[in-house]
């Protein structure tokens, strides 16, 4: 029977992946998966998560089942995280998932759910999952316009534009920080913005919050879902722990429904759970586990803030460097974008022409679109790059 299957395409982020390993050149330079790398390019264990799988081994003693929404511990710890109290805790209803992507899927699935004609709102461009979940699953994605390419920046004079034209019972799919791929995010006078929009369309937001840590701090890159959450009847947020706890691999993520009132929220938490029960019955919760346990103990909570701010800082500091860089070469400021977008990633804004250029000629692997990885970058290669990049006519 399987005959009749066609080829599906591939991702392109991981094809990517596949083709920088097989380049010989020693001098190639990975900007294209998102996943943090320290300066020798490696993705470290982060020191708190260690700690905390030393706990767990030490205490654990059954790996009995959990809930059907995981360990509820968790979904408190990551709830404080994200939402900081902004809403009364039994208005909100949550279910942890595998990793943010679970959290995506298990949110188009409840969406469709509740009604079966909804539309969601995606930025243009966003991360290439929201638009292939969406349409494996039969949901029609209507992109906004997000990112202006002469400036880099956000288009504000599109975005709400398009945002007008939903309706109640469609979604508008935000980034609730560090935007992927464009780097490019908005202002708080611009959420402001937004979040009347979204009073007056009545259509429901849904927040991916995937880089919690990685733009201005972990509270900063916050403050527009916890403003947002706080001014809308209802609201949907994927948050994933991937980067910003490091655990990639462990499939670390919570669905949160946010209702108007403890009745609504009673109705969305059987929701979850029973979306959960159709797609895998009980959610990880290795990834989890070490979440919950760094965010209740002290030590290991600061420990890790610690970590992430040198994260993030290092991230900026290499922003820095290749706007300077690139002005310096360039003799012009048409690269400061660099130095404004925060998170991981930056749209350089350039041509497919122009990337493929770049990896064949000088070995650097960006994504399609000219998304780059800076955490990919050290000292040694911001020249490099800006070098490249200047070259290549960019
Ligand atoms: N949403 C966005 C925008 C992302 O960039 C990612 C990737 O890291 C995710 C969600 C989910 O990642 P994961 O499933 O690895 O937690
Ligand atoms: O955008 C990225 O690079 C990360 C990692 O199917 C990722 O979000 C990439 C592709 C994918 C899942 C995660």
């Known amino acids: 029977m399987f005959e009749t299957l066609k080829t599906q395409p591939a991702d392109k982020i991981l094809a990517l992946m596949q083709m920088y390993r097989e380049d010989p050149r020693d001098t190639k330079v990975d900007l294209g998966v998102g996943v943090y790398k320290d300066a020798t390019g490696?993705?470290?264990?982060?020191?708190?998560?260690?700690?905390?799988?030393?706990?767990?081994?030490?205490?654990?003693?059954?790996?009995?089942?959990?809930?059907?929404?995981?360990?509820?511990?968790?979904?408190?710890?990551?709830?404080?995280?994200?939402?900081?109290?902004?809403?009364?805790?039994?208005?909100?209803?949550?279910?942890?998932?595998?990793?943010?992507?679970?959290?995506?899927?298990?949110?188009?699935?409840?969406?469709?759910?509740?009604?079966?004609?909804?539309?969601?709102?995606?930025?243009?461009?966003?991360?290439?999952?929201?638009?292939?979940?969406?349409?494996?699953?039969?949901?029609?994605?209507?992109?906004?316009?997000?990112?202006?390419?002469?400036?880099?920046?956000?288009?504000?004079?599109?975005?709400?534009?398009?945002?007008?034209?939903?309706?109640?019972?469609?979604?508008?799919?935000?980034?609730?920080?560090?935007?992927?791929?464009?780097?490019?995010?908005?202002?708080?006078?611009?959420?402001?913005?937004?979040?009347?929009?979204?009073?007056?369309?009545?259509?429901?937001?849904?927040?991916?919050i995937a880089y919690q840590g990685f733009g201005d701090g972990l509270a900063e890159d916050a403050a527009a879902t916890r403003k947002l959450v706080a001014a809308v009847p209802e609201c949907l947020i994927a948050a994933s722990c991937s980067k910003n706890f490091g655990i990639y691999r462990e499939r670390t993520g919570l669905?949160?429904?946010?209702?108007?009132?403890?009745?609504?929220?009673?109705?969305?938490?059987?929701t979850l759970a029973y979306l959960n029960r159709q797609n895998y019955s009980f959610?990880?919760?290795?990834?989890?586990?070490?979440?919950?346990?760094?965010?209740?103990?002290?030590?290991?909570?600061?420990?890790?803030?610690?970590?992430?701010?040198?994260?993030?800082?290092?991230?900026?500091?290499?922003?820095k460097q290749l706007a300077t860089e690139l002005q310096r070469l360039s003799g012009s400021d048409r690269f400061g974008f660099l130095a404004q977008h925060r998170g991981m990633f930056s749209l350089l804004g350039t041509s497919p022409e122009k990337v493929e250029l770049l990896r064949k000629e000088h070995g650097i692997y960006m994504v399609g679109d000219s998304r780059m990885n800076i955490a990919g970058l050290n000292a040694d290669t911001v020249p490099v790059l800006a070098k490249a990049i200047i070259d290549a006519g960019v």
């Open 283 to 319: 959610p990880p919760d290795h990834g989890a586990r070490i979440v919950t346990t760094i965010l209740t103990d002290d030590a290991l909570r600061s420990d890790w803030m610690a970590e992430l701010e040198e994260v993030r800082l290092g991230m900026l500091d290499l922003r």
């Open 42 to 208: 490696l993705t470290p264990v982060m020191r708190a998560v260690k700690a905390a799988e030393q706990k767990i081994w030490e205490t654990q003693d059954t790996k009995v089942y959990t809930g059907l929404i995981g360990d509820p511990a968790y979904s408190d710890a990551m709830i404080e995280l994200v939402l900081d109290g902004v809403v009364a805790r039994n208005t909100i209803a949550a279910a942890a998932t595998p990793g943010g992507t679970g959290a995506v899927r298990q949110a188009f699935e409840m969406i469709r759910m509740a009604n079966a004609n909804a539309r969601v709102f995606v930025s243009n461009p966003t991360w290439p999952n929201h638009l292939s979940i969406l349409s494996y699953i039969g949901i029609e994605a209507v992109p906004y316009r997000y990112f202006d390419n002469e400036t880099r920046g956000v288009d504000f004079d599109g975005m709400p534009a398009d945002l007008k034209t939903a309706k109640k019972g469609d979604v508008v799919l935000l980034h609730g920080c560090c935007h992927n791929p464009t780097g490019a995010n908005l202002n708080a006078a611009e959420w402001d913005a937004v979040i009347e929009v979204l009073l007056e369309t009545g259509a429901t937001p849904m927040i991916d």
């Open 255 to 270: 669905l949160m429904a946010i209702a108007a009132d403890p009745a609504a929220q009673a109705l969305n938490q059987g």
